[in-house]
């Protein structure tokens, strides 16, 4: 599978979710933007190397531009890895150096190699040495009590010279390895943007993108003049319809769908091929709770979809029956 290569600049991306972001959420998710980068789930190389691969690695070839996000620590395994991500026809493979989980940790990867740049340059230049895409790293700027400035710096600076790798996404906030879970660690570290800033000043010629707490597209534009790019997460996911301002606003292009009904019957369509190759209503429908969010109806529209009963039938008529109970009570 070979992908497209006229790729748009990383100006906005979906940051990769475990549990969200996977294959039936960014066909969502590319019915809102066309140019948006989208991520996988990280996947562990174990789960590539030992377990079906083709699970993981299916998508839909409208979800390019697409980088596949990787757990793991050890090169040789990454490298089949991201040969396997190159057949697959990603656009980019992503080493995650950011998960504080302490089951990551017990596998020895995640936010806790920050504190062996040159182990992740290893990792990465054994990956670009057999695949000609893209090759980046998503990391945090620091690790436990490790917060000065100069260990991210340090970090960037070894990986980029040892690797040559020129792309990093920066999770703005500490992790902390001991003590809080993941969910705390997206929470109370504090967020400090300026650090982020700061690398792209030091190392102008990588390409730097920011990752943590970014809600509106105030908060978006602000950092755009300050670095290459901005990564949203969960606002991406429980409010969907950002996504539809991003092609105007990123890249001066049209927004694909004029609206959300239209995107409720692309998904309605989806989800009856899908369920004809055997997937549950339920696997597609949770992931579009969010379309009408702020709107009228959306409670309904919510409860409709989430319904235990209605969606035992398997039937995709019901996405547009939710929806035309909102429209009718928009149109009322």
């Given at each position: 599978m070979t992908p497209p290569r006229d790729l748009p600049t990383r100006r906005l991306a979906v940051a990769p979710m475990l549990d969200w972001t996977d294959r039936f959420y960014r066909?969502?998710?590319?019915?809102?933007?066309?140019?948006?980068?989208?991520?996988?789930?990280?996947?562990?190389?174990?789960?590539?190397?030992?377990?079906?691969?083709?699970?993981?690695?299916?998508?839909?070839?409208?979800?390019?531009?697409?980088?596949?996000?990787?757990?793991?620590?050890?090169?040789?395994a990454l490298a089949q890895c991201a040969r396997l991500a190159t057949e697959w026809g990603y656009d980019e493979i992503n080493l995650n150096v950011g998960c504080p989980s302490e089951r990551v940790q017990s596998g020895a990867f995640g936010a806790c190699l920050m504190a062996e740049p040159a182990l992740v340059a290893d990792c990465l230049k054994a990956m670009q040495d057999v695949t000609d895409r893209a090759v980046t790293v998503k990391h945090r700027i620091g690790?436990?009590?490790?917060?000065?400035?100069?260990?991210?710096?340090?970090?960037?600076?070894?990986?980029?010279?040892?690797?040559?790798?020129?792309?990093?996404?920066?999770h703005a906030r500490n992790a902390i390895l001991k003590g809080l879970s993941p969910k705390e660690n997206r929470e109370i570290p504090p967020l400090k943007?300026?650090?982020?800033?700061?690398?792209?000043?030091?190392?102008?010629?990588?390409?730097?993108?920011?990752?943590?707490?970014f809600r509106t597209w105030r908060d978006v534009e602000a950092q755009w003049p300050e670095v290459d790019g901005v990564m949203i997460g969960r606002e991406a996911y429980h409010n969907p319809w950002l996504l539809a301002e991003a092609d105007p606003?990123?890249?001066?292009?049209?927004?694909?769908?004029?609206?959300?009904?239209?995107?409720?019957?692309?998904?309605?369509?989806?989800?009856?091929r899908q369920?004809?190759?055997?997937?549950?209503?339920?696997?597609?429908?949770?992931?579009?709770?969010?379309?009408?969010?702020?709107q009228p109806g959306a409670r309904q529209w919510r409860r409709m979809l989430s319904d235990p009963a209605r969606l035992r039938s398997n039937n995709p008529r019901l996405i547009l029956d939710a929806s035309d109970a909102v429209e009718l009570r928009t149109a009322a």
């Open positions: 066909y969502f998710a590319r019915q809102l933007t066309r140019r948006t980068w989208l991520y996988t789930e990280m996947v562990t190389t174990g789960a590539l190397l030992h377990g079906d691969a083709a699970r993981h690695l299916r998508f839909d070839p409208c979800e390019h531009p697409l980088a596949l996000q990787l757990g793991g620590s050890e090169p040789a690790i436990d009590t490790r917060e000065d400035y100069a260990f991210v710096r340090d970090f960037v600076g070894t990986v980029h010279q040892r690797s040559g790798c020129q792309v990093f996404v920066v943007y300026a650090y982020v800033s700061r690398l792209k000043a030091d190392f102008p010629q990588l390409e730097i993108l920011i990752n943590g707490g606003r990123g890249w001066g292009c049209p927004a694909p769908a004029p609206g959300r009904r239209a995107v409720a019957e692309a998904m309605a369509a989806f989800a009856e369920i004809a190759e055997g997937a549950p209503l339920k696997a597609i429908t949770r992931h579009i709770l969010g379309l009408y969010h702020g």
